[in-house]
């Protein structure tokens, strides 16, 4: 195994969808691929029509992908990238959501763009940076 290079793919989230890792160690950070609603079971995309279930999906699975690499979204990320289908409708969702899944935790750094399309129709696809803290 690499320390450049560690690919990670957890058995919690959904499959990937094409040739792509779930995420990538390098150098002591996760760079997690993008996450939409999917069910980690049937691969279907949930929460069609509510855009905070879809936020709040995607950053589940994002964590999953983090727990398989020994690390936490909430604890450990450090920049996620949020790619919305209809921001001028659904921002102040997305925002909201995002929010209230961090809690109390520090957020890590954002950046958003509004997108002409995301697969199989979601509206939100998320991805993320998490550093994964040394093992003792």
């Given at each position: 195994m690499s320390d450049v290079k560690i690919t990670v793919h957890s058995p919690e989230a959904p499959a990937a969808a094409g040739p792509y890792s779930h995420g990538v160690i390098s150098r002591g950070t996760l760079f997690c691929s993008g996450q939409i609603a999917l069910d980690p079971v049937?691969?279907?995309l949930l929460h069609a029509s509510d855009v905070a279930g879809q936020v709040t999906q995607c950053l589940d699975n994002l964590n999953a992908v983090a727990a398989s690499a020994g690390t936490d979204l909430r604890e450990y990320g450090l920049r996620t990238t949020i790619y919305v289908a209809n921001l001028?409708?659904?921002?102040?969702?997305?925002?909201?959501?995002y929010g209230r899944w961090f809690g109390d935790a520090t957020p890590p750094a954002r950046v958003t763009f509004g997108v002409a399309m995301l697969p199989l129709g979601a509206s939100v696809e998320i991805d993320a940076y998490v550093a994964v803290p040394r093992s003792t």
């Open positions: 049937s691969n279907l001028d409708r659904d921002w102040p969702i997305v925002n909201e959501a």
